[in-house]
């Protein structure tokens, strides 16, 4: 069965979750690739979890992987990965949807879409990404 927006919008927060039952803003992601564009991501669950989640670690992890599988880009497509800080680092994503809108999920709330031109976003994003194939 494919997979539409909606069936994303309200997953609930878990840390280091990869499933339908539990994701965090890296799952959302790495789920919506996987069922709506087809394309595997890297779950990094395993180093999200030794890094034990402080933002600066994972800002590392961002940067060292950023390098590695993705291309930053000025004008974002739908399924891009949208970069935002939290503090002072770069340790938060979620997936451009088109129209300013992108999906994410920031514990300990469930995933919801929302406008990257709000208040509450526009200040933090670093960037858009896309995946190297």
């Not at 878990?14 to 779950?43: K, M, N, Q, S």
């Not at 994972?58 to 399924?79: A, F, N, S, Y």
């Not at 709000?118 to 670093?126: E, G, K, L, T």
Request: proline residues 5%; glycine residues 10%; contains cysteine.
């Amino acid at each position: 069965m494919t997979k539409t927006v909606s069936d994303f919008v309200g997953i609930p927060y878990v840390p280091h979750g990869r499933e339908y039952a539990g994701a965090d803003c890296w799952g959302i992601l790495f789920l919506y690739y996987r069922d709506v564009l087809g394309t595997p991501v890297p779950a990094y669950s395993a180093e999200m979890e030794a890094r034990e989640f402080c933002n600066r670690s994972i800002g590392l992890l961002v940067d060292e992987e950023r390098e590695k599988h993705w291309q930053q880009v000025d004008t974002p497509d739908v399924g891009d990965c949208v970069l935002m800080r939290a503090g002072r680092h770069d340790s938060h994503v979620g997936v451009f949807l088109g129209q300013g809108r992108m999906l994410h999920s920031e514990g300990p709330d469930p995933s919801v879409i929302e406008r990257i031109a709000d208040m509450r976003w526009r200040n933090r994003i670093s960037g858009f990404y896309r995946l190297n194939q």
